[in-house]
């Protein structure tokens, strides 16, 4: 007795010695479309692609047959072209190439998948060796995945910036992983001074052995750097163009660009933090202290305040104090300087009891020296050096600290 057709299902339809058909049957039980056919006397299948609603009918699709050579059995077929006991090609990796081949290939009728073939493309019909057709599934899934967790890491550090009840969240670069980007890229790959800084900054991650140090790679580097450098500077001389207190602005800067500031201390340390709290609040919770940058030492046991202010501020009194060449400082000056040691002394009264904290130094930088004349840059050296608890550092010092470097690396 043979087995009742339900409606509206795949079902066999005729099996003989040489091959097995499927017919679809519609919700009157009756065949409208031969849906597959699998050889028994050599490894062939055909697979004819149509969708079918009572609303509408039958309806055949773009590519109206698909040969998969070498398998025998559906179940045999890789996952990557079925999804049960279904030749499926229009969800996950396989949907978007074959989207992409309905725009290349405008007059397909024909896709072949050939378990040990060679790929071939003609007008109307495509073979696919099987590993190149199972090569570009994977490339497609590795960089949907890349770009759903790049989707939902720039949605969590949106809403991370307006709500503290979302964290942010860094997406781990894999072994690979530039390789692996740029490989969609032509020869002529043209990098922003941005870009560079990106890259030496994961350069910087990787351990040393792990890095071929060659002649070219140094040279590379360098010319890297140097372009690096070249931006920074641009940006630096921007900044001084600036007629107002832009303090936020430069505070931005250095936050990006630490390493200069860095560079000020005769030993390695680290950024802690921009704009730390350092203590003084009163009972109120009011008059807090608050330095624009905190640094630590590489040991770990010391700290250094840094505070900014901007190349407009002055340094020395234009008129001087007593004639002809004795210069008293400004109160620009004399004003930061105070604020740093009252930054200092409130953060050893609350801080050092919590943390390891002997002789912070503390920097200023504030100020221009190439805008004093002679007698009123003596005055300011005088200062300068007879100041032990605050050390002051002008912007143009800094741009010079700079420019030096650029120096060595093109030398």
């Not at 309806?59 to 059995?73: A, Y």
């Not at 991650?205 to 580097?221: C, G, L, M, R």
């Not at 002809?324 to 004399?334: F, K, M, N, R, V």
């Amino acid at each position: 007795m043979e087995k009742e057709i339900e409606p509206n299902t795949e079902a066999i339809h005729r099996d003989t010695a040489a091959k097995t058909e499927w017919q679809y049957y519609n919700e009157h039980c009756n065949p409208v479309h031969l849906s597959k056919v699998v050889h028994k006397d050599k490894p062939l299948i055909f697979i004819y692609p149509f969708s079918y609603s009572r609303e509408r009918g039958l309806s055949t699709k773009k590519i109206k047959t698909i040969e998969l050579r070498g398998w025998e059995k559906i179940k045999d077929v890789p996952t990557s072209l079925r999804s049960g006991d279904k030749i499926k090609l229009t969800s996950g990796s396989p949907k978007y190439l074959m989207s992409f081949l309905y725009k290349a290939f405008p007059d397909i009728e024909k896709l072949v998948i050939d378990k040990s073939g060679k790929s071939r493309f003609s007008k109307k019909s495509i073979t696919f060796g099987y590993q190149d057709f199972d090569n570009a599934i994977k490339a497609i899934g590795k960089e949907t995945r890349s770009y759903e967790i790049r989707r939902k890491t720039a949605i969590a550090n949106s809403l991370s910036k307006v709500t503290s009840k979302v964290e942010g969240r860094k997406t781990k670069l894999s072994k690979g992983g530039i390789s692996h980007y740029l490989s969609f890229y032509s020869e002529d790959i043209s990098l922003s001074n941005e870009d560079i800084d990106s890259i030496l900054s994961l350069l910087s991650f990787a351990p040393a052995a792990n890095i071929s140090v060659t002649e070219n790679f140094i040279q590379t580097k360098d010319k890297i750097n140097v372009a690096y450098l070249d931006d920074v500077i641009d940006k630096f001389k921007s900044l001084l163009k600036v007629k107002n207190d832009n303090e936020k602005d430069w505070q931005d800067f250095f936050e990006k660009h630490g390493w200069i500031l860095a560079n000020l201390f005769p030993f390695q340390v680290v950024m802690r933090e921009r704009e730390a709290y350092v203590g003084g609040k009163t009972i109120s919770n009011k008059e807090g202290r608050v330095v624009d940058f905190l640094f630590q030492n590489g040991f770990r046991d010391n700290y250094a305040l840094l505070e900014i202010k901007t190349h407009n501020k002055s340094l020395i009194k234009s008129r001087p104090y007593r004639e002809p060449d004795t210069y008293a400082i400004h109160d620009d000056l004399s004003g930061a300087i105070s604020q740093c040691l009252d930054q200092k002394n409130t953060f050893l009264t609350d801080m050092g009891q919590k943390h390891s904290v002997l002789d912070p130094k503390v920097i200023l930088v504030s100020g221009m020296k190439s805008k004093l004349n002679e007698s009123q840059t003596n005055c300011f050296e005088l200062t300068r050096a007879n100041q032990k608890n605050v050390e002051i550092v002008t912007f143009d010092e800094l741009l010079e600290k700079i420019n030096g470097l650029k120096d060595i690396l093109k030398s």
